[in-house]
């Protein structure tokens, strides 16, 4: 499992710097999928490593460039910082501990994890 950074949208940020911003969050995800746990879903499976019951819901939108959109429109689109492959899809990772975790139905919960 590959964890691909957005050089393009953070230029003068070194990639050293860009995964250290992710944190855990894509070791957690590694997890999930190498160990095929696909008889949970990946948001359940985050919020177990986590802390049960509080991963709340953002109302925004994913992209099809995989950026994040808020349904705020003060909110500026935020630029993915990461992103992986799942079983269930891509997962994308963002500034300030903001993930999209794709979940079976093709939707993403996208949630803040820090």
């Not at 177990?48 to 959109?69: C, H, I, Q």
């Not at 935020?78 to 999209?100: D, N, S």
Request: aromatic share 16%; hydrophobic share 40%.
């Amino acid at each position: 499992m590959k964890l691909t950074i957005n050089t393009n949208a953070f230029p003068d940020v070194p990639v050293e710097h860009l995964k250290e911003m992710l944190g855990v969050l894509p070791y957690w995800v590694a997890d999930y999928d190498m160990h095929g746990l696909e008889t949970e879903t990946l948001k359940d499976f985050m919020e177990k490593m986590y802390y049960p019951n509080s991963m709340f819901k953002f109302d925004g939108e994913v992209l099809a460039t995989g950026n994040y959109k808020s349904k705020y429109e003060d909110d500026s689109v935020m630029h993915w910082v990461g992103k992986m492959q799942c079983c269930w899809g891509t997962v994308y990772f963002y500034e300030i501990g903001i993930l999209a975790l794709p979940m079976p139905n093709g939707e993403y919960f996208v949630t803040r994890m820090d």
